[in-house]
Nanobody, 124 residues
């Protein structure tokens, strides 16, 4: 059974940084795309960043470009989201998701496995 587990969320002041981690386990994948999504209270889930299997393709939401960086370590089956210059509007539950195969997508409906989410709260 595939498990996707996020960690690293918390409370931070505006302008601060957090690093989220996401580890996948339970199966060996030949290739997979990893994505980060977030959902703020009263809003729909939205894509934040995604990274291809070989890390050649990285996509970011406009709202986080220049502040967030996605990376991955395939040897550890882990993906990271470095979040800098955090703003109160970044407050949300952040979800990590895995899409089997090499087809790149930021569409949440194309992802196969999801973590439980980690809360990120940015205060003024």
């Amino acid at each position: 059974q595939v498990q996707v587990v996020e960690s690293g969320g918390g409370l931070v002041q505006a302008g601060g940084s957090l690093r989220l981690s996401c580890a996948a386990s339970g199966r060996t994948f030949s290739s997979y795309v990893m994505g980060w999504f977030r959902q703020a209270p009263g809003k729909e889930r939205e894509p934040v960043a995604a990274i291809s299997w070989n890390a050649y393709i990285r996509r970011y939401a406009e709202s986080v470009k220049g502040r967030f960086t996605i990376s991955r370590d395939n040897a550890k089956n882990t993906v990271y989201l470095q979040m800098n210059s955090l703003k109160p509007e970044d407050t949300a539950i952040y979800y990590c998701a895995l899409r089997e195969g090499s087809f790149f997508s930021v569409d949440s409906q194309r992802y196969d496995y999801w973590g439980q989410g980690t809360q990120v709260t940015v205060s003024l």
